[in-house]
């Protein structure tokens, strides 16, 4: 499966962006999907994940009750909305998908054998 990250830009603190993860290549109902994120000199960082069905999300505590993952198989893609932006969430925000169920180490990147490109979000003071 191919995944392409897109929806970022610039927004205010206080705001709200939604990115987006399409699949191709693939059904993307077979692939757990998590997102991930990367500031300029940190590693990369769970953020989210999803089952194959939608039925079982996790989050990363930074994130609780301001972000929320979904998904839509019948357009392949996720979704990530993210609201109540902060400074502190500026990254690149990348999309991983894990064949089949998801994993005991969902927060490690390296359960995840399928990455996109990456989407920018940069979060203005």
């Known amino acids: 499966v191919q995944l392409q990250a897109c929806g970022g830009g610039l927004v205010q603190a206080g705001g709200s962006l939604r990115v987006s993860c399409a699949a191709s290549?693939?059904?993307?109902?077979?692939?757990?999907v998590g997102w991930f994120r990367q500031a300029p000199g940190k590693e990369r960082d769970f953020v989210a994940t999803?089952?194959?069905?939608?039925?079982?999300?996790y989050y990363a505590d930074s994130v609780k009750g301001r972000f929320t993952i979904s998904r839509k198989n019948a357009l392949n893609t996720v979704y990530l909305q993210m609201n109540s932006l902060e400074p502190e969430d500026t990254a690149v925000y990348y999309c991983?998908?894990?064949?089949?169920?998801?994993?005991?180490?969902?927060?490690?990147?390296?359960?995840?054998?399928?990455w996109g490109q990456g989407t920018l979000v940069t979060v203005s003071s």
């Open positions: 991983a998908a894990h064949k089949y169920a998801l994993v005991a180490d969902y927060e490690s990147p390296s359960e995840y054998g399928y």
């Open positions: 290549g693939d059904t993307i109902s077979r692939y757990a």
């Open positions: 999803i089952n194959w069905s939608g039925s079982t999300k």
